[in-house]
């Protein structure tokens, strides 16, 4: 049987999230998302993602501390940095060095230490490229920062505020794992033929970079630029449609209601920023929007997805659009890395088969 994109194929069975799109429902490990991200840091969370169980208090400051030693990268890999132009695209060079990542724990069959370190290392590697495509020279990481403020520091060198490392911190946890996506499917196409866990990254990394995937927060970005006033929404949108273009933010493969990560990052924009015109034009866009969308595509239940609000955080902390898919993949490793794991735990190489349709 052929079905284009795979559409409604099962074609992994997995322990790590529960997607369901009919209720609008999002699980990790069985834990709704809401409550697994309540109150937990990013490595908390992505231990959680990787054993299947949350860290026990004694094993906390071990577990920092691997995630804190692999912040600090290999000095080849500072060096390939410092090689690439100025004008590469931020993901062709996250792209580049994660393929060239190793140190000798690599040596080794994939395990949890190895995802510590591509994950670890990601945040560091973006904060380099961005910081020397604008002439700026790289920050060491600042070991009494976690994760998601080290994340910042390294991009800014400032201290960050606590709302914006909450709201960075919100969307990492929110966006770490979403099932069978096209990138994680991609890592585990790659780890299925026993290849190693950074070329399962280096496969999920060039298949994020597409903008029906990952892409799609600076794109809409670019569509509530266009709009700008509340008064333009309908016909920059209406425009969009007549000529066959999707607007982005919103759709979803899976989700057929609100997207839960969208409804809990709304939540957050609200919290960070009340009043801001940008911020509210959001809010209305996505009224106006999603009532267009049921207008003129009547059934496809079209409602905002992640990137949506994504874009809307990320503009609320300064970050710029060129930083959006970058971010994104630094959380997605999380997931890359629990799913190559698993598929290793009882592999078989995919390898569907083609319809020959040609003359
Ligand atoms: C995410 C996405 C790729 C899912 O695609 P999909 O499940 O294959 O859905 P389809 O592309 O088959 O869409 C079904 C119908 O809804 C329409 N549609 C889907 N998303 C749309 C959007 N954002 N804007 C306008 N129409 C859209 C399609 O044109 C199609 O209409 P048709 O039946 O008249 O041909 C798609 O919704 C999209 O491109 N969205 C915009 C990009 C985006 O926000 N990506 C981030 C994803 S997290």
Not at 40 to 69: I, K, V
Not at 279 to 300: F, M, N, S, Y
Request: glycine share 6%; charged share 20%; hydrophobic share 40%.
């Amino acid at each position: 049987m052929f079905q284009k994109g795979l559409k409604n194929i099962v074609a992994v069975q997995t322990h790590i999230a529960s997607v369901d799109g009919d209720s609008g429902t999002l699980q990790y490990r069985g834990v709704p998302v809401a409550q697994a991200i309540h109150s937990r840091s990013f490595e908390e969370l992505a231990f959680f993602m990787w054993e299947g169980r949350f860290l026990a208090r004694d094993e906390l400051e071990q577990f920092t501390g691997q995630f804190n030693y692999h912040r600090e990268l290999p000095e080849h890999i500072q060096q390939l940095i410092r090689l690439l132009p100025a004008e590469l695209p931020l993901m062709d060079g996250l792209r580049t060095t994660i393929s060239a990542y190793s140190t000798d724990i690599f040596n080794r069959l994939p395990g949890r230490e190895q995802a510590i370190a591509l994950t670890a290392a990601m945040p560091a590697i973006i904060a380099s490229l961005y910081r020397q495509k604008h002439g700026l020279r790289p920050i060491p990481s600042n070991t009494d920062l976690g994760h998601t403020a080290n994340f910042l520091w390294l991009l800014t060198g400032i201290l960050p505020k606590q709302v914006h490392i909450d709201a960075l911190g919100t969307y990492l946890k929110l966006t770490m794992e979403h099932g069978m996506n096209a990138s994680t499917f991609a890592a585990r196409v790659t780890i299925s033929t026993e290849s190693d866990l950074t070329a399962a990254v280096t496969s999920a990394l060039g298949t994020m970079k597409g903008p029906l995937h990952g892409g799609a927060p600076s794109g809409v970005i670019d569509l509530l630029e266009e709009i700008a006033v509340p008064d333009h929404i309908r016909s920059v949108v209406l425009n969009k449609l007549q000529q066959g273009a999707k607007i982005m933010g919103f759709g979803h493969r899976i989700y057929r209601t609100a997207d839960p990560r969208s409804v809990l990052l709304r939540e957050k924009c609200l919290e960070l920023q009340a009043h801001d015109p940008w911020l509210d034009l959001a809010v209305q866009a996505e009224e106006e929007i999603t009532e267009l969308l049921a207008e003129h595509k009547p059934g496809r239940q079209l409602h905002t997805n992640v990137e949506f609000y994504a874009a809307a955080v990320m503009r609320a902390i300064q970050l710029p659009p060129e930083l959006f898919t970058p971010v994104f993949s630094a959380a997605r490793s999380v997931g890359w890395c629990a799913h190559a794991l698993e598929q290793l735990e009882d592999n078989v190489i995919f390898r569907p088969q083609s319809e020959y349709i040609g003359s």
